[in-house]
């Protein structure tokens, strides 16, 4: 499985991706779910990805390839990110297409969904949910963040911190927050994860950070988050149980 | 949809449910989904129900009628609790069966699933899982609580908390914090919630307490909860932004 989440606050973006992938239990790997592109200067496109893995490779390999190849339109001469969106929705369509018709068995499922999001000169810092079908929606102010695969767990925490008015690097706490709380709960997410700060107008991907599993300031983080829920628990006053009016009574 | 959460410590039991149920979003409901059984004395019998709400309701009748009937065996006469987690499964097989049968559509899913627990005389308090093949699993010491319906929003707090040493007290608050952050983050679970703490060898289901929306305690613990974790989350350290060692080389 996967996990991955994309914030965007008022100061830039925000992107976290796990690096598990698995066929079955018994095929456990580790594989980057993050990938950059763009022009320092011009144009910081972020791609993250959930689903089947032959199909985001392709993907992946195909963004470049019509980059390399001057194939219109590519990621460096999409004009706003809108359009950006829309060809990696088609490029995603077009790959799972190739395969479902040499498919034998019905329980084959090539699709494979995206975080994706950037900013070009000119235009707004943008994040988009890029759907199997290759249609997608845009964070807004109401949802200022998307999430892709195992997005339950992380998801309470993200509620209750993200707004358009958080700092960039709140935002990134909260998103490894987020990913701890899912790994912790989860044994199909898992380290090294990729998170990757965007400040706005910077039109740079450079910010772009991998956490391995020992990684000091992860384990810290992981060991005081946990000390503190439990803090915050401890905190917490429980209700009075000799309250009448709460009890149900005895239906027998 | 339903989140329905029962947890075995070494002092008893705690249950809790919401009470929402939908069939598609114009049609939410108002149902429990917590229904004891038992004598005062000899045996504590507490079910949840998750899953179709008619399957549901026909075995909670069912069970009712057993007893009344004097069929064997009912949950007033089974010798222990594995024997009563069996015969419920049995309850719920039959009664999926006979609408499977008469169904139109391939659409129509007639299961149902069961969190079950307490005590018989002479006998340890139990919880277990009855999956909607009828079959079940018990709580065990590694594993202290049992979950069905929407479970992954709650389910790191439970992970952080409970253990077999945990207090009732404390479970019964965990389960409460555990349903407040399910139904913060997904509509289709909501109030009233039933909360059930049953203490060992008491044999007995009087504190089954109710929990209206409105709740003045649950609306300050809802509030209280949300503040500590801001608080927790505020009393973290970000990473050092500058530090090489993590910075991801440009691949380009």
């Not at 195992?150 to 707004?163: A, H, M, N, V, W």
């Not at 994860?193 to 956490?211: A, G, P, Q």
Request: aromatic share 8%; net charge negative.
């Amino acid at each position: 499985m996967t996990y991955c989440v994309a914030i965007t606050v008022d100061k830039g973006l925000v992107f976290a991706s796990d690096s598990r992938t698995n066929a079955g239990v018994d095929h456990l790997s580790t594989y980057t779910k993050m990938f950059t592109f763009g022009k320092e200067g011009e144009r910081a496109l972020v791609v993250l990805t959930a689903g089947n893995l032959a199909t985001t490779q392709s993907v992946i390999a195909q963004l470049h390839r019509d980059i390399k190849q001057g194939s219109q339109p590519n990621f460096d001469s999409v004009q706003d990110m809108t359009e950006a969106a829309e060809y990696l929705g088609q490029i995603s369509s077009a790959q799972q297409q190739k395969h479902v018709q040499t498919s034998a068995g019905a329980t084959f499922d090539p699709s494979a969904s995206f975080l994706f999001g950037g900013q070009i000169a000119g235009g707004e810092h943008r994040v988009f949910m890029v759907y199997p079908e290759g249609n997608f929606i845009m964070a807004t102010p109401e949802n200022p963040y998307q999430q892709t695969g195992e997005i339950k767990y992380g998801k309470p925490i993200l509620d209750r911190i993200i707004t358009r008015k958080t700092s960039l690097e709140q935002a990134a706490l909260c998103a490894l927050v987020s990913m701890d709380s899912t790994m912790r709960s989860n044994a199909t997410v898992g380290p090294p994860l990729d998170v990757l700060i965007y400040e706005k107008d910077s039109l740079s991907v450079r910010r772009h950070f991998l956490f391995q599993a020992d990684d000091p300031y992860l384990l810290e983080l992981k060991n005081a988050w946990d000390q503190k829920i439990r803090e915050a628990f401890s905190g917490l006053h429980s209700f009075n149980l000799e309250e009448p009016e709460r009890l149900v009574a005895n239906t027998e």
